[in-house]
């Protein structure tokens, strides 16, 4: 069997370590904050995870960046080069434009390298939910699967992997335009939270709202656990967060609880989904039945 190598991007918030244990190459992506451009990814981050944040806390607005064709063939030819296969589970399409630019880049070095294959895939995942997928891979890859049968795998496998999202501060989502100023000043006062998911399109949409964080926390918990209970109880199942580990944690235990899942793992949600939702963010991920 040709060697391959996953690659993904530093949407997927893999840990250093974890995308070292996995085999897995990140390509970088940037985030600017008061003008001054900062790399996000691995080794050659510029900015922590808690400096971040603390700025954003602070009032800094973060705007991030599409990974471009150029800089996808660079992270291509490096592999092709060296007689490697490739594939790529990238950023949900319904975010961002870097698939767009990442099958393009495909597409043109097929026609450089005829012997190597090129597979991308469009996660339609985003953060953590994409961790998981490229987790999975992973396995599927050391279990003996060639290229051309995991991108199979991940492409059947992404329509079942379930994201539920929700913030305690509404600013980031308003600063967005993904809900109106009136609804955030309104939500606020009320004690508001969003029930978020990524649907079929790869898109976040807000599917529902209850009044207090604690229950927009139970609220994913019982998602989560309607899902991974009816799609054959698939592990592990991933949590992400921004800086309240505490509501994370307790999001754990309420998973682990009776019959939930026991192999739960927690990790932040880093700059570029985090410029998005805000420090509040806490989401669950996990195989299931339907998304």
Not at 158 to 186: C, E, P
């Amino acid at each position: 069997m040709t060697d391959y190598q996953i690659i993904t991007d530093a949407t997927a918030d893999l840990t250093e370590e974890l995308a070292e244990s996995l085999g897995v190459k990140v390509i970088p992506m940037t985030v600017e904050m008061e003008g001054k451009d900062y790399i996000i990814g691995g080794k050659e981050s510029t900015i922590s995870i808690e400096e971040f944040y603390e700025r954003m806390a602070k009032g800094e607005v973060a705007r991030t960046s599409q990974i471009n064709t150029n800089t996808y063939a660079q992270f291509f030819g490096e592999e092709l080069e060296n007689g490697r296969d490739i594939l790529l589970i990238s950023f949900s399409s319904g975010l961002s434009k870097s698939t767009e630019f990442a099958f393009a880049c495909a597409e043109k070095m097929r026609a450089d390298y005829p012997e190597r294959k090129i597979n991308v895939v469009d996660s339609l995942c985003a953060s953590v939910g994409e961790a998981l997928l490229v987790y999975a891979a992973a396995q599927k890859k050391k279990e003996g699967m060639t290229v051309d049968e995991l991108a199979e795998w991940v492409e059947t496998n992404k329509w079942l992997l379930s994201h539920w999202v929700t913030v305690d501060d509404l600013t980031y989502l308003q600063r967005g335009g993904r809900i109106s100023a009136a609804s955030a000043v309104v939500g606020t006062v009320l004690n508001i939270k969003p029930i978020i998911y990524v649907n079929e399109e790869g898109k976040l949409i807000s599917v529902n709202k209850v009044r207090g964080r604690k229950k927009s926390l139970d609220t994913l918990n019982e998602m989560m656990q309607e899902r991974w209970a009816g799609g054959g109880r698939r592990e592990p199942v991933f949590i992400g967060y921004g800086t309240e580990l505490d509501d994370a944690l307790y999001l754990k235990e309420q998973l682990t609880a009776g019959d939930g899942p026991q192999d739960v793992h927690v990790y932040h949600i880093g700059p570029v989904i985090g410029a998005h939702t805000g420090p509040s963010v806490v989401a669950v991920f996990g195989f299931g039945d339907k998304r």
